[in-house]
């Protein structure tokens, strides 16, 4: 059984702060490794991915990815109230085929 | 913008009846998948399409499950027997390139309601 793991929250920052977000997966296999934003009532939608060890920025984003550790994660800098919502963590399996979801956790930015 | 559409946005059935969720996928897009996400829970992989036939699939989509592309543009789930269980929100999601970049595109979703 592959699992996705997050802290479900709410983590709540102050405007302007940076948000931190972690995810732990069980498949060692893994290769790729995504972040949604999903607001409530809404579907998923991308926010970035990343395969390689390290960090990928994107505007205020910026995913990690720790694959000795499985562990991955997204900090958000200046964090807006707009950006409250439920992130979700996605798995890619080795085979390309299937993406397994975290259970998400709730980011509240309070103005 | 191109957009994976869903019909119905809202059905409400009783036990034992069949369903059918309708899709439009972005149409440039080859891969196409099913998801399902019940309320306050973990969105949960269904099924993935690729050249007119299942690629993958997951436990939960067992034999009351089944997947069509009738013609070309639509995308369907059937639900033949439908159980309290199956209350949830259905996604659809395709993507031109696969999963490896991640760049699904979602719809907006058909919340399933079975008294």
């Known amino acids: 059984q592959k699992e996705v793991e997050q802290n479900s929250g709410p983590l709540s920052v102050p405007e302007g702060a940076i948000a931190s977000l972690n995810c732990t997966y069980s498949d060692r296999g893994s290769q790729s490794f995504f972040w949604y934003r999903q607001y409530s009532g809404k579907s998923p939608e991308l926010i970035m991915f990343i395969y390689s060890n390290g960090d990928k920025e994107d505007g205020r984003f910026t995913a990690q990815l720790n694959k000795a550790s499985q562990y991955v994660s997204l900090l958000i800098r200046d964090s807006q109230p707009s950006d409250s919502a439920t992130y979700l963590c996605a798995v890619l399996d080795n085979a390309g085929n299937m993406l397994t979801f975290g259970g998400g956790t709730r980011l509240m930015v309070k103005p | 913008e191109p957009e994976v559409t869903q019909t119905p946005s809202h059905q409400v059935t009783q036990m034992g009846q069949e369903v059918i969720l309708r899709c439009v996928p972005i149409s440039n897009h080859l891969y196409f998948y099913w998801y399902r996400q019940i309320l306050g829970q973990k969105v949960e992989f269904l099924v993935s399409?690729?050249?007119?036939?299942?690629?993958?699939k997951s436990e939960i989509f067992d034999d009351q499950f089944s997947v069509e592309r009738p013609d070309g543009s639509n995308f369907t789930l059937k639900i033949r027997s439908t159980k309290l269980e199956d209350s949830a929100m259905y996604f659809c999601?395709?993507?031109?390139?696969?999963?490896?970049?991640?760049?699904?595109?979602f719809g907006e979703g058909s919340r399933l309601t079975v008294l």
């Open positions: 999601a395709s993507g031109s390139q696969g999963l490896g970049t991640g760049e699904l595109f």
């Open positions: 399409f690729y050249n007119n036939e299942i690629s993958e």
